[in-house]
Each structure stands twice: as C-alpha cells, then as structure tokens.
C-alpha cells in the first residue's frame, strides 16, 4: 500500500502544536488521520479503525510511547503495523533505545516533513 491517501494513521502526541504540525504534514500529503492526545485515546481508537501506521510521542502520561509500542507488539493485530517513534528528547541514546524497543523509524522534533514523508513511504511500501 504505497499510496498515501489509503493510509490511516493513528498519530498520538499530548503537545497540541506538535500534533497539528503532524496532522497537516500527513493530511495535506493525502493520508487519513486519526488524532488522539493520550496513549488511553489511543487505544480506543483500536476498537473501531485499523491504522496503516502508528506515529507516537514518546514522553506523555502513562501510557506512554514506549508502553503503547509494547502492547502493539505483544497484540495480534498490531503486531505488523509500523510503529514511528517522535520525541522532543532527542539523544543518540534514546534513538539507540527506540529501535532496540522495536520502532520501525525514529524522528527528533522539530519535524523535518519531507524526511518524515520519505521514510514512511518506505515503511508502508
């Protein structure tokens, strides 16, 4: 599925202007967005839509990130689907930490969009 405007995407971040700056760099590209402002959000989303993609901020209340990646992991219906992680908390460390935790794609904020778009491409192709 390599058309942008066949995805839905579940995007979780608890910082608003982080998650309109990535709702608009998806949806003005073609991609259906589904925006939630907490991992719990997140998760109810689950129950009625099946996302092409997971985008999520690491640091928010519990659950966090890095919990939510757990449970798409360990979940039969998520297990596949990519999961890219956003942070503000950028270190080299951290990005270490991400994709040993399984993180299909790790982003520092501010967002660069054209690199966000091309390595979801390549995620999702």
């Known amino acids: 599925m390599t058309d942008i405007n066949e995805w839905v995407v579940i995007l979780?971040?608890?910082?608003?202007?982080?998650?309109?700056?990535?709702?608009?760099?998806?949806t003005l590209?073609?991609?259906?967005?589904?925006?939630?402002?907490?991992?719990?959000?997140?998760?109810?989303?689950?129950?009625?839509?099946?996302?092409?993609l997971f985008v999520l901020?690491?640091?928010?209340?519990?659950?966090?990130?890095?919990?939510?990646?757990?449970?798409?992991?360990?979940?039969?219906a998520t297990k596949h689907t990519p999961v890219v992680a956003v942070t503000a908390y950028y270190s080299e460390k951290v990005a270490a930490q991400a994709y040993e935790a399984g993180f299909d794609a790790f982003f520092p904020k501010p967002i660069k969009a054209s690199e966000f778009l091309a390595k979801l491409k390549e995620l999702i192709s």
């Open 12 to 26: 979780v971040d608890d910082e608003p202007d982080s998650l309109n700056l990535l709702h608009d760099i998806l």
């Open 57 to 76: 901020d690491l640091a928010m209340p519990h659950p966090d990130g890095w919990d939510l990646l757990a449970f798409f992991r360990e979940n039969a």
């Open 29 to 52: 590209n073609g991609a259906k967005v589904h925006q939630t402002i907490s991992g719990a959000q997140c998760l109810e989303e689950l129950g009625y839509i099946t996302p092409t």
